[in-house]
């Protein structure tokens, strides 16, 4: 069965602090792996990943995917509030277009 | 980047109703796909609406509960039918607008059954 797992669940930090975000997945017919934010309702696009080890960067944020060990991570540096959020993971596989998501991972930036 | 519209916003809605939400994309799309959010859950996929042909839903969830309409390449609508308070949630339509295969959402029904 597909799955996708974020961890951490939760976590606190403060501003100016960089956090690490990881998602691991198992997916049949691996197509890409995409990262949302999620502050109210919709989640919106941050970065999609296909190949391994190219990393892909705006801003403050910055992500890579490592199809042979099946993760990827997602930085965040000099956080400020404004990065409070639930990040999501998703990957898509079997070239459906279909997203499996991860459980979220919410972030909480502290003044 | 794409504008996808969802109507209405939100909705208080009694049980036993049902309710249409309407998704609309600024562009063409092969494929669009409604999600249920749960509160302080994950997205799941619903179905796959395409157009021209019948919905493929996910696992647990079935036509008569969800029946969705895909008119033409940038409209689709998905009603919750006989709601309980078990269908609260929020509901988000995506579609990979583009041409492209990033998927974006629209802002989704927030939806609360009483």
């Known amino acids: 069965e597909d799955k996708v797992v974020q961890s951490p669940l939760s976590l606190v930090v403060h501003e100016g602090d960089t956090v690490t975000l990881n998602c691991s997945y198992e997916?049949?017919?691996?197509?890409?792996l995409l990262w949302y934010k999620q502050e109210k309702k919709a989640p919106t696009f941050l970065f999609m990943l296909?190949?391994?080890?190219i990393e892909k960067k705006s801003g403050r944020l910055s992500s890579i995917l490592d199809k042979k060990e099946l993760f990827s991570i997602l930085n965040i540096t000099a956080t400020q509030t404004g990065d409070s959020a639930v990040y999501l993971c998703?990957?898509?596989?079997?070239?459906?277009?279909?997203?499996?998501f991860g459980q979220g991972t919410t972030l909480q930036v502290k003044p | 980047s794409a504008v996808i519209s969802q109507k209405p916003s939100r909705d208080i809605c009694q049980r036993g109703t049902s309710l249409t939400i309407q998704c609309q994309v600024d562009?063409?799309?092969?494929?669009m796909f409604w999600y249920r959010q749960q509160p302080g859950q994950s997205l799941t996929l619903i179905a796959t609406?395409?157009?021209?042909?019948?919905?493929?839903?996910e696992s647990g969830f079935v036509i008569d509960k969800f029946p969705i309409s895909r008119p033409n390449l940038t409209f689709s609508t998905l009603t919750v039918s006989n709601m309980s308070p078990e269908d609260s949630s929020i509901y988000l339509c995506?579609?990979?607008?583009?041409?492209?295969?990033?998927?974006?959402f629209g802002p989704g029904t927030r939806l609360l059954v009483l």
């Open positions: 998703a990957v898509e596989g079997s070239n459906t277009g279909k997203l499996i």
């Open positions: 997916v049949t017919n691996f197509r890409s």
């Open positions: 296909t190949s391994s080890g």
């Open positions: 562009s063409q799309v092969t494929m």
């Open positions: 609406a395409n157009q021209g042909s019948e919905a493929t839903y």
């Open positions: 995506s579609g990979e607008v583009g041409g492209g295969e990033t998927q974006y």
